[in-house]
């Protein structure tokens, strides 16, 4: 697919735009702290704090504005191009005034760097879908803590031979070059057009009608404090055990080239396995479980070494674990709302929680004695990083909702020019199809049909009826069973082996669903008996698609436990044409659960092997499927997920299959993550190589025990639809008096 060249093509310049934007944000926070701290007391730490808090805030309320006005492709590389320039102005001003361009460039990493790394990301997020981020973003922060490593490297050397302020026009050509990077990354390409939102809403206004995301807004706001406290207790430490000079920025140099050398080896080697075994609710929560042990630690064995323990840790997991799952939440979330809240949760917030972070060391500074400020800090830090860890908890379900919301936002704004013929065009339209079945109910006194020629006029009506049913004259008993007067109660046993005689077969269907609920017990048997013949059973799975009684759709799921697949297959769409119908209809989850890990513990010859003998008709749509498997869907597909459609959300369920059969890798992508979030382990473990292993091949070493296996159970359904179609070609035959029954050789489940 188009699609999914244009994202193996965005992967490696997204990892060099991680790199390279990485590399600016490490070297700059490392000339920020030592030349803060070469012209400033430790102390003053807690104010800057606070003043970087409102310098950032106030620069997220200009970029809101300005947002709403210019695409991030725009925005984000020109906002590099300008702090590369301002770093080349504080280098030709930092000798005529060493402490104003301290703070300044203090309030410049720290104000605009979180911003502009937000919008590296907010671009990232948009140009891959959700299932794609997932796989590909814990490598992007791979690249980009290498990024940060050499950085830190090249900062330590040039700090050493040139001195701190040497630092700043490097800075400047690093940000340069992010610029350029970054707008290729955002650089137009084909993409499903998004259905503008008729007015444009504030950042803000985002946060408070969207739950989710006022949870995640919490969340940053309360780690940032966390980490804010932290840092407050590990810079001050090292200040005092190194002093002033040059060696704090060799310090500092070392500090986050090492730092930046763990986190690539914790994402390179738990990233993906962190986010696909344990969630991302898990993989945000590793910092805040950090700096509850690290700061336990330095309570019970204070120094510089329990310290930088407990700082290291925290900054090593926010790094890698933290990024890779808190980027991760913004994918599903709306373009036009991700861009307008997202800096503000990333940079607004994050910023808010270091003024926390800065008053609270304020008023430990003024309340505490100087020999109780440590342990009082790391107290505050225990219960900050406690709270955010229980925020971080509640995140996994917002995410699935999310998700939920993408899927159907996304199926709003689909091209329908991407999808590949008029029948499945018309089906992405169609987000609710409507079963439109004719319910029927023959009154009291029916009208007896005429007898058909050569039957004794002298019988009894009924008994007329059942000879006429057993002539195999076909436009009589078609005409009897079309009869709007419909069939009595004595006849249904009659009508029931009709269904195996194919030019009556439709008009049997009729006249059964017409009194379907009234006999549902005597058909249910017939569904149910195994030496009934497999034509009847699939044709009367069909008949109780019209039904709404809790009698008649147990009776369905009974019918789901059967040997033959198109059994099973009519049983299901009859049953979710019921539960539609009739919302208090109870279905044991856990059951349905059950069968579809039946159905997908089979082989790729037998997944792909199943059909249907009988054609669905064009009139007839009881399930979201349908459409599809008239079209192209396989199957197997199709039956899992009406199965599913019982016991799980139907609506986003319904358009996560649809995207799994378009072109559009965002759609497919957001189905993907949805389907793998809301599937139990088991069933997602059999159903994944059926979705995204499009190999017909057999997966290298698996057992010859289970190839045979499958082999065995694809001939056994060969040969039984071989044998189906046979029958449906052999001539009429005039002398019979019922269709017969042929043997039904027993099989295997998975037929």
């Known amino acids: 697919m188009s699609s999914n060249r244009a994202a193996s093509r965005s992967v490696p310049l997204a990892m060099l735009c991680a790199g390279v934007v990485t590399a600016q944000y490490i070297v700059g926070k490392a000339t920020r702290d030592a030349l803060f701290l070469a012209q400033f007391d430790f102390t003053a730490l807690p104010t800057i704090f606070i003043v970087t808090s409102f310098v950032s805030i106030a620069l997220v309320a200009v970029n809101s504005k300005v947002s709403a ?20 102005v504080e280098w030709l001003l930092i000798d005529r005034a060493p402490r104003g361009i301290a703070v300044l460039v203090y309030l410049h ?53 040139l001195g701190v302020g040497a630092l700043l026009p490097f800075l400047g050509l690093l940000n340069v070059i992010c610029a350029w990077v970054v707008w290729r990354l955002a650089a137009p390409q084909h993409e499903i057009p998004v259905v503008k939102p008729a007015r444009v809403r504030s950042g803000l206004r985002v946060l408070v009608e969207a739950p989710y995301l006022r949870n995640l807004a919490a969340l940053t706001l309360i780690v940032t404090t966390g980490a804010g406290l932290a840092d407050y207790v590990f810079k001050a430490t090292i200040a005092e055990t190194l002093g002033r000079g040059d060696g704090l920025l060799r310090f500092f140099a070392i500090y986050y080239a090492a730092t930046g050398l763990i986190t690539f080896a914790v994402q390179a080697s738990s990233s993906r396995f962190m986010l696909e075994r344990w969630g991302l609710a898990a993989a945000t929560g590793t910092p805040s479980m950090a700096l509850v042990l690290g700061s336990a630690a330095g309570l019970l064995a204070p120094g510089a070494a329990s310290v930088l323990v407990m700082r290291a840790s925290e900054s090593i997991f926010r790094g890698s674990l933290f990024r890779a799952g808190y980027e991760l939440f913004f994918t599903p979330i709306p373009r036009a709302e991700k861009r307008a809240v997202k800096s503000v949760i990333d940079v607004g917030f994050d910023r808010l929680g270091d003024a926390v972070a800065g008053g609270l060391l304020r008023l430990v500074l003024f309340s505490v004695v100087p020999a109780a400020r440590s342990s009082t800090v790391l107290s505050l830090t225990i219960v900050c990083a406690t709270v955010a860890f229980l925020f971080a908890s509640r995140l996994n379900r917002g995410y699935i909702d999310a998700l939920e919301k993408g899927l159907l936002q996304r199926a709003v704004d689909l091209d329908l020019g991407e999808v590949e013929d008029l029948t499945t065009r018309t089906a992405m339209l169609r987000t609710l199809g409507q079963t439109q079945v004719d319910i029927g109910w023959a009154p009291a006194g029916r009208q007896r049909a005429p007898a058909a020629e050569g039957v004794p006029a002298g019988l009894d009506p009924d008994l007329q009826t059942i000879v006429t049913l057993r ?80 009698r008649a759709a ?111 890798q965002n759609l497919r992508g957001t189905a993907l993550e ?78």
């Not at 006005?69 to 320039?85: D, E, N, T, Y």
């Not at 997908?600 to 749509?621: C, F, I, Q």
């Open 69 to 88: 006005k210019l695409v991030p492709r725009v925005i984000v590389p020109v906002s590099f191009a300008v702090s590369g320039a301002l770093f080349v």
């Open 109 to 161: 990493i720290s104000g605009a760097g979180p911003l502009l790394g937000s919008g590296f990301w907010l671009i990232a997020s948009e140009r891959f879908d959700p299932r794609t981020a997932k796989r590909r973003f814990g490598q992007i922060a791979g690249v980009g803590t290498l990024g940060g490593l050499a950085g830190g490297v090249v900062a330590e050397r040039l700090g050493a031979g």
């Open 471 to 550: 002539s195999r004259d076909r436009d009589e008993v078609t005409r009897l069973l079309r009869s709007d007067e419909g069939i009595s109660r004595s006849l249904v046993p009659h009508v029931v082996p009709l269904l195996a005689w194919n030019p009556v077969a439709e008009a049997a269907v009729f006249a059964l669903r017409k009194v379907a609920e009234e006999h549902v017990g005597e058909l249910v048997d017939a569904l149910l008996d195994p030496n009934q013949d497999f034509a009847v059973r699939r044709r009367l799975a069909r008949v109780f698609a019209v039904c709404v009684s809790q």
């Open 554 to 664: 147990d009776g369905l799921v009974l019918g789901l436990d059967d040997l033959r697949f198109e059994v099973r297959f009519q049983c299901a769409r009859s049953l979710a044409a019921i539960v539609e119908k009739n919302l208090t209809i109870r279905i044991d989850k856990e059951r349905i659960f059950a069968f579809v890990l039946r159905e997908v513990a089979v082989g790729r010859p037998v997944w792909e092997s199943r059909r249907l003998l009988d054609a669905l008709d064009t009139g007839e749509t009881v399930s979201f499927v349908d459409d599809f498997v008239r079209d192209r869907a396989n199957q197997s597909l199709a039956h899992v997920f009406t199965l599913l459609s019982l016991v799980l959300p139907r609506e986003p369920l319904q358009i996560a299959f649809r995207g799994l059969h378009t072109q559009d």
């Open 674 to 751: 949805y389907l793998e979030g809301i599937l139990p382990p088991a069933i997602r473990d059999r159903l994944w190589p059926f979705l995204e292993d499009r190999r017909p091949a057999d997966r290298p070493g698996r057992a010859r025990d289970e190839i045979l296996a499958d082999l065995l159970r694809s001939n056994k359904s060969i040969v039984m639809n071989l044998e189906e179609l046979k029958r449906q070609a052999r001539p009429e035959r005039p002398d019979a008096q019922e269709p017969a029954n042929e043997p039904l050789a027993p099989v295997d489940f998975g037929a």
